[in-house]
């Protein structure tokens, strides 16, 4: 969007940079940008991803029946 505006902004990604950085926990008010970010060559290890989503959803689901439970109980 900030492109049609200031073209210069088309060869920079600060957007990803900044994702980057917050991602990483090193996102200050004060943290100086460069506009380049470095992507990651690394695949992602999506059973690993698709077990944490599964994991996530059995701890909803025992939540939910402590949660029914401990209604009924009162």
Not at 39 to 49: H, Q, T, Y
Request: a negative charge; glycine letters at 6%.
């Amino acid at each position: 969007y900030f492109g049609r505006f200031a073209p210069e902004l088309l060869k920079t990604d600060y957007g990803k940079e900044i994702w980057g950085l917050y991602e990483s926990g090193n996102l200050q008010h004060d943290t100086p940008l460069s506009g380049h970010f470095a992507r990651s060559m690394v695949d992602a290890d999506v059973a690993e991803v698709l077990q944490v989503i599964d994991d996530a959803r059995e701890q909803e689901a025992e939540r939910l029946q402590r949660e029914l439970a401990a209604r009924e109980d009162n």
